[in-house]
C-alpha cells in the first residue's frame, strides 16, 4: 500500500516529496525500504504496489523502473485504503495467501515479514493481524506515542501487517468498505459490531481471544493474532514526529550513514 490518504499528507509535506513513501528515511525513500526487506524475506515471492498514483510513479525514475524491470508490479490506488485491498485481492490468485504492508513501515526488516508470515502459516486460520505487546514498545521507545489497544489480558499495538490465508479471507476487504463509509458516524459503526462488545471493550473487560472471536463470527471467517516479539514491529510513520524519530533512530544506531534495514 503505498499511496496518500490524502492530497496533503503531513509526512510528505514536511519532507517535501509529493507522496509519503517517497520520503526518505536512513538516506533511502520509505517505499524501497519495505521493498527491499520484502525481497529479503524468505517467506515472499512476487511485490505488488497498490499506487503511488500514475503521475506521481511516472516521474519518479528508479519507483518506475522496477515496475518496468519486473522486479514489482503496480497497480493505482482506489479512493480509499479498504477499495485500494479489494483491488489488489482481485488482481492476486485466490489459493495465493497474501502480506498486506504499508509504504510508511520504515523499519521493516526480512526478520519481522519472516516470523509473521511463518506463523500465519502455522495458524490455520484465515486471516492473521500482527500485534505487538505495548509494554515492550514503552521499554524499547520510552518516547514514542502508539494507538493502543487494551483488552483485558494484555494490551498491543497494531503492525500494520495482515496475513489474508485463505480465499474466504478476501470478503474481508467488502466489510472494511462498510465500516470505512460509515467512519464519521461511529454509532453506526458500533452497531455493526454490536454496543455489548463495544461496551466491555470500553470497560476493560474484554480479551483479545473474545475480541478476535467476536470479529470470527460477524466477518465468516477465522481471524486470530500474531504477538510481535519486535518493538520496532510497531513504528510506522504518521506523523512528522514519527519520521523524526526514526530518523533519529536510525542515524544512532547507523552513524556512518550507510543503508541499514
Known amino acids: 500500500m503505498a499511496a496518500d490518504r490524502n492530497p496533503d499528507d503531513p509526512v510528505a509535506r514536511a519532507a517535501g516529496v509529493r ?30 504496489l497498490c499506487g503511488p498514483p500514475r503521475a506521481i510513479l511516472d516521474s519518479e525514475e528508479t519507483l518506475r523502473a522496477g515496475v518496468d524491470a519486473g522486479d514489482y508490479s503496480w497497480i493505482e490506488s482506489e479512493d480509499s485504503p479498504s477499495a485500494s485491498v479489494a ?11 497474501v502480506l498486506l504492508t504499508t509504504s510508511d513501515h520504515a523499519l521493516l526488516n526480512d526478520r519481522t515479514v519472516d516470523y509473521f508470515c511463518r506463523k500465519a502459516r502455522e495458524s490455520g486460520y484465515d486471516l492473521l ?7 515492550l514498545i514503552t521499554k524499547a521507545f520510552p518516547s514514542v506515542r502508539r494507538t493502543v489497544l487494551r483488552f483485558s489480558d494484555q494490551a498491543c499495538c497494531s ?5 489474508f490465508m485463505t480465499p474466504a479471507s478476501h470478503s474481508v476487504a467488502g466489510f472494511w468498505t462498510k465500516v470505512e463509509s460509515q467512519r464519521k458516524k461511529p454509532w453506526r459503526v458500533m452497531s455493526i459490531l454490536g454496543w455489548w462488545f463495544v461496551l466491555r471493550y470500553l470497560l ?4 483479545l481471544e473474545q475480541a478476535l472471536s467476536r470479529v470470527s463470527r460477524i466477518l465468516g471467517i477465522k481471524v486470530g493474532a500474531v504477538i510481535m516479539p519486535f518493538p520496532e514491529a510497531a513504528l ?22 550507510s543503508r541499514t534495514a
Open 19 to 48: 507522496c509519503k513513501a517517497l520520503t526518505p528515511v536512513g538516506g533511502t525513500p520509505m517505499v524501497f525500504r519495505v521493498l527491499e526487506a520484502l525481497e529479503q524475506s524468505s517467506e515472499v515471492g512476487p511485490r505488488l
Open 87 to 97: 483491488a489488489a485481492l482481485g488482481i492476486v490468485e485466490n489459493e495465493q495467501p
Open 129 to 135: 493481524v500482527a500485534l505487538a505487546p505495548h509494554h
Open 159 to 163: 503492525c500494520n501487517l495482515f496475513a
Open 204 to 207: 476493560g473487560r474484554l480479551s
Open 236 to 257: 510506522d510513520v504518521d506523523t512528522e514526529n514519527d519520521l523524526k524519530f526514526v530518523r533519529q533512530l536510525l542515524e544512532t544506531k547507523n552513524p556512518s550513514g
